[in-house]
């Protein structure tokens, strides 16, 4: 027997004729994964995985501000250049290349947060590192020294603050999208189980607060359904940090009936099969079989992009005509 958890639905769900961002924590990649793979338009972390308020701020305000980088805010480490700001997936060994990487990504992200309609966030932390030499806040130690950095544990008011202001630059260029924050389930267990959970209290606080500041911001509670639903370490990875396959479904689940519109929660489960389809490998394709298989479901996903021209099909009716 588990725990109930009554999840209020969103007052304006999401569906496919919206645009999607999310940034933030890994945990924001399993729901930006599965949107994506149901053919919603997403874009995903364009600054990489971000686990803290300061950094997730940065870089919406940089999309917002349509901010380029220079060379000279990378710097060379372990034989890889790096940006402060960004994941070790823009890293490279090539200074330009690095430089390429970032700016490709923030010119994707500075064009689709103009046209998002929805701004998902996952918060994961509230410690804050900084460069011990200038102060600067990172997003990411790229395997520096320790004694590089201070850590510090955020308060309350500074996400507020910092959050605050970003959701304000967002309202001025894109008045009409809104904001959904989540707190990753993910223990942060190197900062030890009493300071992963006051980092997730603050975080959760002040979110809360933020919801209650701007009517465009609404909570889903991805934290509370794993953490106080499920409640058991049979749901976790073996480093009895990381939620499993059950558990990201588990929660995926909620999202769907709390945050998705219900003719749209129809259609992701016509998409589903489709897309089942289309992942299927067969061993004899030279078969009648194998093609009167794809002729099926090259009809019913031209059937369903003719229905729903927002619905980018192209690649799955390429791929059922390829015979």
Not at 300 to 323: C, G, I, N, Q, V
Request: a negative charge; glycine letters at 2%; one cysteine or more.
């Amino acid at each position: 027997m588990m725990l109930s958890l009554d999840v209020p639905p969103l007052q304006e769900p999401i569906t496919y004729r919206n645009n999607i961002l999310l940034i933030g924590s890994c945990f924001t990649e399993h729901i930006s994964d599965r949107l994506a793979h149901h053919k919603f338009s997403v874009l995903q972390n364009p600054h990489g995985i971000l686990f803290n308020p300061l950094s997730v701020a940065q870089s919406l305000d940089s999309y917002i501000d349509g901010r380029v980088y220079t060379a000279d805010e990378l710097f060379q480490l372990n034989e890889l250049w790096n940006s402060w700001e960004h994941h070790t997936r823009f890293s490279h060994v090539e200074k330009e290349k690095a430089l390429e990487l970032v700016n490709e990504s923030q010119k994707a992200a500075t064009d689709f947060v103009r046209k998002a309609d929805w701004v998902i966030i996952t918060l994961g932390s509230s410690f804050q590192y900084y460069l011990k030499e200038g102060g600067k806040h990172v997003a990411n130690n790229h395997r520096a020294p320790a004694q590089w950095f201070e850590k510090k544990l955020l308060t309350v008011e500074e996400i507020i603050a910092t959050l605050s202001h970003t959701i304000e630059k967002l309202k001025a260029i894109n008045p009409f999208a809104k904001v959904l924050f989540t707190i990753s389930p993910v223990r942060h267990i190197r900062d030890g189980v009493v300071d992963n959970n006051r980092s997730k209290a603050r975080l959760i606080e002040a979110v809360h607060q933020l919801c209650e500041r701007f009517e465009q911001c609404s909570y889903f509670p991805a934290y509370e359904l794993i953490i106080d639903i499920l409640r058991d370490y049979r749901f976790f990875d073996i480093d009895f940090v990381h939620p499993n396959y059950m558990a990201t479904t588990f929660v995926w689940e909620h999202f769907v009936k709390s945050c998705i519109e219900k003719d749209t929660a129809v259609m992701m489960q016509q998409v589903a099969e489709i897309m089942t389809a289309r992942n299927h490998r067969t061993r004899f394709p030279q078969t009648d079989a194998h093609r009167k298989f794809m002729d099926s479901y090259l009809a019913k996903t031209r059937h369903l992009a003719e229905a729903h021209p927002y619905l980018d099909l192209t690649a799955e009716m390429e791929y059922f005509s390829s015979l």
